[in-house]
């Protein structure tokens, strides 16, 4: 929205930040303590975005040169040195940071040795910064429309506290509509539009706008214009729109990582608006494969009933979703997807083989720990032989027969040699009855959007800071190429820092 220069706001804020997650709610605390009038903005009732279910385990660095080093092969010059160098520092400084925030409420912090997922020069600088206690507190009753890892819970629990002690002003169920600039085709921004329940307000913000409202999750078409695969499924909430992404690209913002994003495969369950990933595994470095301890009960097969992937590959919550991206140009289709998941009764015994997360309190389904609600239902097919079930799923009964001797006789070498998953992680699927699930590409969270620098500014296309407007979090991610366990919540942090105070720092425009 360009101003003719006599724009009547309605509300007038120094910065005003779009979404209320890890990286907006940091961005507010450091605006604030660094003299601004802050306005905190979130399009839903309930904030957090997909912070609030994560793991809660911030990925830090002991090292920040060594940091940068990995960074930098990790993400294969798709990101730009002084960005990797402006994260690689701020890691080294989170746990410190939690720290202090933590004084607000007695919040236990503590650091956890976990080097990164790959074996490149630096990985070993890694550790986890995580909150495992915070005094009188249960996620359950505190975030009821939360699914997902009490950490996530107990960070984003210290970041409102701070939020709340500071006085900052929040506006939920108040989506930003567009950006205000300035007159005479002026790229400078000036302002939102935001639509509150009680009418639509126009808010000026005298030194700048963060975007911190996440990626595109949830917006299909944009999906299918910058994904070759489809469908993919989005996990945890449906408020990741790609409406910062939206208003960016109007001031001619560049993109990047467009096609990258934090995924998986899982299943699809009509009573369940979104994904539901397998459960996690434990991470394993190439290398070090004795890491992987713990037995996966599955394999995943295509629609012919052949095995084609390493189901737990080194990260598996970030990369096992790229094998199922084949397309065969003769049937002009996707032949794994969707897959199917294969385990047997002893798998089924093991664990539940679903993990449902979201941030969404019209979402309800939870998975059963012994997996016998799916299996009575028939969402998760049983039978006696293999036969059979290749007959349940429509597959070949040959192949899959095949495929399981192949998997069976593999385990009993204790070596992968198809497709290389650690040995740790195999057992074999033999004892009936045996199960099928259908199984889909996941996203977890995207990390394409707008290009920004090291100080969190907007770049447009002809590589100019958009004047004024900042980026933080998941929208125009820093991951180019391969992810890091906690690396979001981490860049959450780091550029929710970067951007309150670079934006802070401003002076007001007239």
Known sequence: MASDGAVKFDDEYDVVIVGYGYAGGIAAIEAHDAGARVLLVDKMANPGG??????????????????????KTTNGGRTSDPVLRALADGMARIEPYMRKLAEINGAIVTPREKIANYPFEGYDTFYQTLIEELPNFDPAAHYPHVRGAPGGARVFKTLEDNVAHRGIEIWLEAPVENLVTGPNG????????????????????SKAVILACGGFEANEEMKRQYWQMKPVLAATTNSNTGDGIRMAQGLGARLWHMWH????????????????????????IPGREATAVVQMIWIVVDQHGKRYMNENPPYTQDTSHRPMEMFD????SFPRIPS?????????????????????????????????????????KKADSIAELAGLIGVDGDTLESSLARWNALCAAKKDEDFGRPAGTMMKIQRPPFYAGEVWPV?????????????QRII???????PRLYAAGEMGSAWGHL????????????????????????????
């Open 50 to 71: 997909i912070s609030v279910c994560s793991y809660g385990a911030m990925r830090s660095a002991h090292n920040a040169d060594q940091a940068f080093k990995y960074l």
């Open 186 to 205: 002026s790229k400078e921004v000036q302002g939102v539009v935001v639509r509150r329940k009680d009418g639509v307000r126009t808010v000026k913000a």
């Open 261 to 284: 994003y934090h995924g998986s495969y899982g299943f699809q369950h009509p009573d369940y608006p979104y994904a539901i990933r397998m459960k996690r595994l434990p991470d394993w």
């Open 329 to 332: 140009t003769v049937t002009q």
């Open 340 to 380: 199917y998941v294969i385990f047997d009764e002893v798998g089924r015994r093991r664990y539940r083989v679903g993990a449902p997360t979201r941030n969404d309190p019209d979402a309800h389904y939870d998975w059963s720990d012994d997996n016998m609600q799916e299996i009575e239902s028939g969402f998760i």
């Open 443 to 455: 996203v977890s969270n995207t990390q394409g959007g707008p290009e920004h620098d090291a100080k």
């Open 460 to 466: 447009d296309v002809e590589d100019n800071p958009i």
């Open 483 to 510: 992810y890091m366990s906690g690396g979001n919540l981490a860049e959450c942090l780091v550029t929710g820092q970067i951007a309150g105070c670079e934006a802070a720092a401003l002076e007001t425009w007239e």
